[in-house]
């Protein structure tokens, strides 16, 4: 599976964006996807997690009922819909792939084998 990442920019606080993330290679079929997040000088963060097929959805704290998550079947494609964006959601964002991954484990980059090039969300206050 390859991934492409796409959507980042520049916008205001309180501003939305919605990245895309494109598989190509084979679909999805019983991967979970993932979103996270690197800001400069920090470790990669989980922003949240659906399994494709279906059910099971993690989100982390820091970006519920901001964020959201949803898959285009047809386009085999996974989108992150953020809304009121705030200065500390800054980071670069990667999608991510991963099979055989149960809920307890969705928020853990390493359990994930595919990954997208991620894409620059910048904030300005």
């Known amino acids: 599976v390859q991934l492409q990442a796409s959507g980042g920019g520049l916008v205001q606080a309180g501003g939305s964006l919605r990245l895309s993330c494109a598989a190509s290679?084979?679909?999805?079929?019983?991967?979970?996807i993932g979103w996270f997040r690197q800001a400069p000088g920090k470790e990669r963060e989980f922003v949240v997690a659906i399994r494709w097929s279906g059910g099971s959805l993690v989100s982390a704290d820091s970006v519920k009922g901001r964020f959201t998550i949803s898959k285009d079947r047809a386009k085999n494609t996974v989108y992150l819909q953020m809304n009121s964006l705030k200065p500390e959601d800054t980071a670069v964002y990667y999608c991510?792939?991963?099979?055989?991954?149960?809920?307890?484990?969705?928020?853990?980059?390493?359990?994930?084998?595919?990954w997208g090039q991620g894409t620059q969300v910048t904030v300005s206050s």
């Open positions: 290679g084979r679909s999805f079929n019983n991967h979970v």
């Open positions: 991510a792939a991963g099979v055989g991954l149960i809920l307890s484990t969705y928020r853990s980059p390493d359990e994930y084998d595919y």
